[in-house]
């Protein structure tokens, strides 16, 4: 079946490092990937997307880095600033379509001063 | 503008009862998802509409759990005889366009503890 998992769940960096958020997928046929920041008591926000077709992606402080050869899927944070402290999740969207979103379970980020 | 709105944001109910959680979608969204999150977990995907219909239903996790969807806008979340497992956190979903960017803005969900 369709799954999406992280590698570590959690990370701790020093306020001002960069992070790296890894996720591995399972499904090739998957076109579109998203990362999503969730704060406690919230519901998950968008950050950045990227589609199958791209590498890499940039957005502000965040970039994110598709992989297919591996199925693997990065989120790169530069300058982690202490409201960075969140989970976050990757998602594909699942082959069914109807773009049902395939979360992984989610890596939780604590940025420390 | 106004986001995606849930109601209520808590609710604690009795093992038995049936509980109806609400969903207000971003206006002019025509796609609206539903998604459950148990403690410490990710999303698991419930159920999908598009206008009223609902062409995925595939992560109900039972006969107990419905939902339907009125005037392309309100959804409602039922689930009937909930049991202790029903217990988590409900999440609606919106977006604009149910093909191309498949971006999807969430509301706050609903913390479903049942006792």
Known sequence: GESVGLH???LSVQEGDNSIINCAYSNSASDYFIWYKQESGKGPQFIIDIRSNMDKRQGQRVTVLLNKTVKHLSLQIAATQPGDS????CAEKGSGGYNKLIFGAGTRLAVHP | ???VSQSPSNKVTEKGKDVELRCDPISGHTALYWYRQSLGQGLEFLIYFQGN???DKSG???DRFSAERTGGSVSTLTI???QQEDSAVYLCASS???TGRHEQYFGPGTRLTVT
């Open chain 2, 60 to 62: 109900l996790p039972s």
């Open chain 2, 53 to 55: 219909s609902a062409p």
């Open chain 2, 80 to 82: 009937q005889r909930t």
């Open chain 1, 8 to 10: 570590l769940p959690t």
């Open chain 1, 86 to 89: 969140a989970v976050y999740f």
């Open chain 2, 1 to 3: 503008g106004a986001g």
């Open chain 2, 96 to 98: 604009l366009i149910p």
